[in-house]
T-cell receptor
Framework: SAVISQKPSRDICQRGTSLTIQCQVD?????MFWYRQQPGQSLTLIAT?????????ESGFVIDKFPISRPNLTFSTLTVSNLSPEDSSIYLC??????????FGPGTRLLVL | GNSVTQMEGPVTLSEEAFLTINCTYT??????LFWYVQYPGEGLQLLLK?????DKGSNKGFEATYRKETTSFHLEKGSVQVSDSAVYFC??????????FGSGTRLQVQP
């Protein structure tokens, strides 16, 4: 399985600011995904990021709030903009390895004050 | 629509007890099914998977069988350990590659 790293591992931010999360995979992958895990909740897909095209967002998530970049086959960033306390969550990236199986990064724990 | 339903937690067991965590799904077609585990303070780890009916996924003493007739993928372990304490997520891939997750079940194993 690929090794996925995320930076930062955690951060505390002030409301109104933005946080950019980086996701690095140690092998080339076509599809990468960004999920949000709100406190005590399950994971919800934010968007699918394919290299060379615009990210595809799920219902309830918009590009202005969660801009995503995918400059190459091993890297992606998620920015959470105009932060509010409701954005306090764990943000996880994942990739698609072979058929069906996704592997996840360790997550970024965001607290918005 | 597509959904995954898991039993409510927390599940509290004594060490060496038998574990079952129920998972059922609703989907068109035949999804691939997964169990992920999240240990305290960590990210998600793939525990096991099954890609077609009657497949049995297994890993670290955990097992789950893909039952098409009951649309279920229950997680079982014959003898749990304290180190198994974690949150367990059932998930499915309906072919669009992104995963649909259940709500998660917290397992607490007491010595």
């Amino acid at each position: 399985s690929a090794v996925i790293s995320q930076k930062p591992s955690r951060d505390i931010c002030q409301r109104g600011t933005s946080l950019t999360i980086q996701c690095q995979v140690d092998s080339q992958v076509t599809m990468m995904f960004w999920y949000r895990q709100q406190p005590g909740q399950s994971l919800t897909l934010i968007a699918t990021a394919n290299q060379g095209s615009e990210a595809t967002y799920e219902s309830g998530f918009v590009i202005d709030k969660f801009p995503i970049s995918r400059p190459n086959l091993t890297f992606s960033t998620l920015t959470v903009s105009n932060l509010s306390p409701e954005d306090s969550s764990i943000y996880l990236c994942s990739d698609q390895q072979g058929a069906e199986t996704q592997y996840f990064g360790p997550g970024t724990r965001l607290l918005v004050l | 629509g597509n959904s995954v339903t898991q039993m409510e937690g927390p599940v509290t067991l004594s060490e060496e007890a038998f574990l079952t965590i129920n998972c059922t799904y609703t989907a068109t077609g035949y999804p691939s099914l997964f169990w992920y585990v999240q240990y305290p303070g960590e990210g998600l780890q793939l525990l096991l998977k099954a890609t077609k009916a009657d497949d049995k996924g297994s890993n670290k003493g955990f097992e789950a069988t893909y039952r098409k007739e009951t649309t279920s993928f229950h997680l079982e372990k014959g003898s749990v350990q304290v180190s198994d304490s974690a949150v367990y997520f059932c998930a499915m891939d309906t072919g669009r590659r992104a995963l649909t997750f259940g709500s998660g079940t917290r397992l607490q194993v007491q010595p």
